[in-house]
C-alpha cells in the first residue's frame, strides 16, 4: 500500500520539507492547526502527517489518539526548522534535514 507524505506546520516548516516534494498546510495559530489536522485526516491517501512540536504539543489530545490508533495515517513529530532537537540552531537545510530525519545529504 502507497500513500502520500504531508506537512502540517507554520510557513517555514512547511517550504523546507516542500523543497522535497511534499504537499502541506501553512498553520500559525493552534486554532488554524486544529482545522488543517482535521482537514488532512479526512483526505484519502495520507499515509504519513510531518509537523513541527509546537503543533504536536498544540494538538495534544488530537496527536496522540492519532499515534495511538491502529488506521492511517501515521504521525511524526519533527524539530522546528530553525532549531535541532535541544533547541540549538540549525545552521542549514542539509543539517536540518540530518537532524530531523537522520539522513545526510
Not at 21 to 44: D, I, N
Not at 71 to 84: D, I, Q, T
Amino acid at each position: 500500500m502507497t500513500g502520500e507524505v504531508v506537512t502540517l506546520g507554520h510557513r517555514e516548516f512547511v517550504q523546507a520539507l516542500a523543497l522535497g516534494g511534499l504537499r502541506g498546510w501553512e498553520v500559525s495559530s493552534p486554532e488554524e492547526a486544529l482545522v488543517a489536522w482535521k482537514t488532512v485526516l479526512k483526505q484519502e491517501g495520507v499515509a504519513l502527517i510531518l509537523i513541527p512540536l509546537w503543533v504536536e504539543k498544540a494538538l495534544e489530545e488530537e496527536v496522540l489518539a492519532r499515534k495511538l490508533s491502529k488506521h492511517p495515517p501515521l504521525v511524526l513529530s519533527l524539530p522546528n526548522p530553525l532549531e535541532g532537537e535541544l533547541g540549538e540552531m540549525v545552521a542549514n537545510l542539509s543539517e536540518y534535514i540530518r537532524t530531523s530525519l537522520g539522513v545526510k545529504i
